[in-house]
T-cell receptor, first 111, second 114 residues
């Protein structure tokens, strides 16, 4: 059974640009969550999607957005990038028993 | 709001020694509790989870954790550390206040000396 796939693994962007990250959950999982991980703030919840609907949202500015497609794949977008957005972005898919499986993450560096 | 406290940002042990990583949660009701491990440049891998069944939970790689409601704790242990156990460990809680979104602790870096 394939795990959670995140693409790309590494990304370098310039301040002011926008970026889109992709996540494919485990087959059959309909819930996808996104987290931002930084050394200073640890793991912070961004948002969760279930059946193409955002069900929960963390405390991040509107520059951070996401969506989920009918095949459960999810994308997150960050507009007007700031240096502080440099982080490891992790995606997780949830099974029916509240088990979260994480992908390997996308390392975003903003220069 | 639910929260998790991991005592000690770094824990250092010798190979073969007992591993003990501490986690305390704040909740008035028994939540779901998890331990995850993260190796460098990798995502989080689930070690074990407590979902109100047995209080002693066995996970992968020889790890186990005991849920103690009276102490609001969920400490992670392993009898004998291996060099390959060196990684970052995260405790997480969910299921409090109707929210099943996990809240993570700040993590504990386990260092294993030969």
């Amino acid at each position: 059974k394939a795990g959670v796939t995140q693409t790309p693994r590494y990304l370098i962007k310039t301040r002011g640009q926008q970026v889109t990250l992709s996540c494919s959950p485990i087959s059959g999982h309909r819930s996808v969550s996104w987290y931002q991980q930084t050394p200073g703030q640890g793991l912070q919840f961004l948002f969760e999607y279930f059946s193409e609907t955002q069900r929960n949202k963390g405390n991040f500015p509107g520059r951070f957005s996401g969506r989920q497609f009918s095949n459960s794949r999810s994308e997150m977008n960050v507009s007007t990038l700031e240096l502080g957005d440099s982080a490891l972005y992790l995606c997780a898919s949830r099974d029916s028993n509240y088990g979260y499986t994480f992908g390997s993450g996308t390392r975003l560096t903003v220069v | 709001a639910q929260s998790v406290t991991q005592l000690g940002s770094h824990v250092s042990v010798s190979e073969g020694a007992l591993v003990l990583l501490r986690c305390n949660y704040s909740s008035s009701v028994p939540p779901y509790l998890f331990w995850y491990v993260q190796y460098p440049n990798q995502g989080l891998q689930l070690l074990l989870k407590y979902t109100s069944a047995a209080t002693l939970v066995k996970g992968i790689n020889g790890f186990e954790a005991e849920f103690k409601k009276s102490e609001t704790s969920f400490h992670l242990t392993k009898p004998s550390a291996h060099m390959s156990d060196a990684a970052e460990y995260f405790c997480a809680v969910s299921g409090v206040g109707g929210s099943y979104i996990p809240t993570f602790g700040r993590g504990t870096s386990l260092i294993v000396h030969p």
